[in-house]
């Protein structure tokens, strides 16, 4: 296994270019999905692939069709009658290395718990379909997803002979939330829910985003100058945009793999958010993306305001794109619109896309929006990719009747089927990370039906991480509340 490990890290390392190429962070989703995994270490030795068959359409019984979905196990530290804890997989490949480490192996061991991992149907290995046409992206929703989690905990359940433990569910990220929902749509399979950093409530435009991006920033030993140096950055950068000589200064100093189009809208609209990447990605996994995969490893939010804030690096403009170039390791830039629309249109699972783009960019664009735009002058990114740029895309990349009104009524589904913030199900523990941008989406109250653990100063799904020396006070008395309150259910 060891062997099979090492190549996929030598697979990812050849593939880190392409990354860099195709735009490593868009719409608040980093190409692997938006939960890291913890190190990468030497002497893991990881457990094999195991298969599950699973239906196609559960919601459509005169449908027979099935496919194989993947999941692992770790049985190590269970003794008869111990809990099972069951880890949802999300919008990336399911990485193996949660099964030997993580915040829940810990609490594994002290309750003697069973481990489970089950991948998301349509990414990573489990491929319900043929390949990825707008036709069989019908059957990729979170409904489906939380059939399958039901599915199969009800199978598995009964041959490994678990049906009658008491089973937990957990999640980071958008798995997250489907912890919550699981345990809100199928409350007799699991006595309690761990949904950390979940966007439970849906929302078409999602600015909120980049106002706590700006938040974080502030939080930089360099204070608000970090700020003001993008914004007078962007100034700069609105300003050469309005003629074909400050499109080429544009290519140039910020390495772009094409000359910039300054008279097309989307170009200009993709090039804007591509540089406001770089900062809504360190921001997102601040201090809790080491060894993760094409993640930034010790770029901080320090390090980024450190470029911005020094003038020994020359205009605010220069630091912006000195950012840049940090964190696409001397690669080209590539802001094209055309090339991403291409890219993302690709439906054979080996494509790019196939990582995991293409499928959650149609969850959002068919149940979540979270467009992470400009739409709001509390950030310095500037004005120009709003609203109506996520919906091009969607349209661009899927079909015409992908639009506003379709992306706003399957929003507004998820939030009448699942009740939003107003989530009624108890036994769910929200923990959520003030520096973290999707807190703004996420359950800041605890009610007495279930609790929210603020973690003052850490990022996205920081609680899952395994334990480190450096942690602040605060997440260790996190991981600690989170604990307990497992005991409490499973002593109930
Ligand atoms: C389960 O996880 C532990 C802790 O990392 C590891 O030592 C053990 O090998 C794992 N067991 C299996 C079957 O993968
Ligand atoms: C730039 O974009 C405009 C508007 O989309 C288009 O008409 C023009 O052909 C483009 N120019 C180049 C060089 O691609
Ligand atoms: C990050 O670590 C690498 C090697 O460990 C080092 O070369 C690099 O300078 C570090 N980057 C920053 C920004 O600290
Ligand atoms: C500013 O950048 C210069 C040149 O890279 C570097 O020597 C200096 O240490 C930086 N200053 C700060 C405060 O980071
Ligand atoms: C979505 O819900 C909002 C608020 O309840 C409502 O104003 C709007 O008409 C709905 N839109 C669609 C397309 O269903
Ligand atoms: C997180 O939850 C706590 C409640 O425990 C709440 O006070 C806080 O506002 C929430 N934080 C954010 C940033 O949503
Ligand atoms: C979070 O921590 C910072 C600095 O450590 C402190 O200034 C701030 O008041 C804290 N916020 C909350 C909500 O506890």
């Not at 390949?131 to 598995?156: C, G, K, P």
């Not at 930034?296 to 003038?311: F, G, K, Q, R, W």
């Not at 979540?368 to 990114?381: N, R, V």
Request: charge should be negative; hydrophobic fraction near 35%.
């Amino acid at each position: 296994m060891a062997r099979i490990l090492q190549k996929s890290v030598f697979i990812l390392a050849v593939l880190l270019p392409l990354i860099s190429a195709f735009g490593r962070f868009k719409h608040g989703r980093p190409k692997h999905g938006m939960l890291g995994a913890p190190p990468i270490k030497e002497k893991y030795n990881l457990p094999p692939n195991m298969w599950f068959e699973q239906k196609l359409d559960h919601f459509n019984d005169a449908d027979l069709r099935t496919w194989n979905q993947r999941f692992f196990i770790n049985s190590t530290f269970y003794t008869p009658g111990g809990p099972v804890f069951l880890m949802i997989g999300g919008e990336g490949e399911a990485n193996p290395v949660w099964m030997v480490d993580g915040a829940w192996v810990e609490y594994a061991k002290e309750m003697n718990a069973f481990l489970i991992m089950l991948e998301h149907r349509f990414y990573g290995k489990s491929h319900p379909t043929e390949d990825m046409s707008v036709d069989n992206l019908q059957y990729l929703s979170s409904e489906q997803a939380l059939a399958d989690l039901a599915h199969f905990r009800t199978v598995i359940g009964q041959q490994m002979k678990l049906d009658k433990n008491k089973w937990i569910s957990f999640g980071g990220s958008y798995p997250g939330s489907l912890s919550a929902w699981f345990r809100l749509k199928y409350p007799h399979l699991v006595v309690g829910a761990i949904a950390t950093s979940a966007p439970v409530q849906a929302q078409l435009d999602f600015p909120e985003y980049l106002t706590v991006v700006r938040d974080s920033l502030a939080t930089s030993r360099v204070g608000s100058k970090c700020n003001d140096a993008i914004q007078k950055a962007t100034n700069d950068i609105d300003i050469l945009m309005m003629h074909m000589t400050g499109w080429q200064t544009l290519t140039k100093i910020f390495n772009l793999c094409s000359p910039l189009n300054g008279s097309s809208i989307n170009d200009v609209a993709n090039f804007y958010e591509t540089i406001a990447g770089n900062f809504m990605e360190i921001v997102q996994y601040n201090k809790d993306n080491k060894g993760f995969e094409g993640g930034s490893n010790n770029v901080t939010i320090d390090t980024l305001c450190d470029i911005m804030a020094n003038e020994s690096l020359g205009t605010e403009l220069s630091r912006y794109a000195a950012v840049s170039a940090l964190l696409s390791d001397g690669e080209c830039v590539d802001a094209s619109y055309e090339k991403m629309i291409a890219d993302m249109r690709e439906t054979s699972w080996d494509s790019e896309a196939g990582v995991g783009g293409r499928q959650w960019t149609y969850q959002t664009c068919t149940e979540f929006g979270f467009y992470q735009t400009t739409d709001t002058d509390q950030q310095p990114f500037g004005q120009h990719f709003p609203l109506s740029f996520s919906i091009q895309m969607c349209e661009d990349i899927y079909g015409k009747q992908f639009n506003k009104t379709t992306n706003q009524a399957g929003v507004n589904f998820t939030n009448t089927n699942y009740g939003g913030r107003e989530i009624a199900a108890y036994n769910i523990v929200f923990p959520n990370g003030s520096i973290d941008p999707w807190h703004a989406l996420g359950i800041t109250k605890s009610t007495d039906m279930y609790s929210a653990i603020f973690i003052n100063g850490t990022a996205h799904c920081a609680n899952m991480y395994p334990p480190s020396p450096d942690d602040p006070p605060q997440l260790t008395q996190a991981r600690t509340q989170i604990k307990d309150t497992i005991q409490k259910w499973l002593s109930q």
